[in-house]
């Protein structure tokens, strides 16, 4: 397992090293959607994050590479969204301020960046971190979806 996160000018260089991997583990912190980058005052970091999975997930080193999607910090995000309109990221949100509906939208504003859906799986899970118990879920599940992947490759699902 590696992580490749970083600023925009470390991430060219590693993404070819990767070819042929069974998954790809991404993580996006669900309670950035109001916040910029570090780097870049005018880049939303919701945005960035969509444009960095945007081109891992449809790069062509990754053509058949399923995608385990972790929205994190589910626990901010729900705190946060009820006094910072997702519409500050999303001006076209129509949906309520409650956890569910905007979780839902953003989840979505992800899955639907997957242009290869006939061949390509993105499975998303919302995470807290800090909440062992979830964590301990979610690995769980993402153990059966790389031995799933891993049986499918070898005929044997």
């Known amino acids: 397992m590696f992580d490749v996160g970083g600023q925009r000018s470390e991430r060219k260089k590693w993404i070819h090293c990767f070819e ?26 919701m945005h960035e994050s969509m444009k960095l999975f945007d081109s891992i997930c449809n790069n062509k ?3 058949r590479t399923s995608i385990i999607l972790f929205l994190n910090k589910k626990d901010l995000f729900e705190e946060k969204i009820t006094r910072s309109p997702l ?12 956890y569910k509906e905007a979780a839902d939208y953003i989840q979505c504003q992800f899955e639907d960046l997957n ?29 059966d979806v790389i031995i799933k992947i891993n049986l499918t490759e070898i005929g044997l699902y």
Request: net charge negative.
């Open 20 to 45: 042929g991997v069974t998954a790809i583990i991404f993580c996006v912190a669900l309670s950035d959607y109001d916040l910029v980058l570090a780097e870049d005052e005018e880049m939303n970091r």
């Open 61 to 63: 080193w990754f053509t």
């Open 87 to 98: 519409t500050i990221c999303y001006p076209e949100y129509t949906g309520g301020s409650t």
């Open 115 to 143: 242009k290869r859906k006939d061949i390509k799986d993105i499975y998303t899970h919302r995470t807290c971190a800090t909440d062992t118990k979830n964590v301990e879920f979610v690995f769980d599940a993402v153990t």
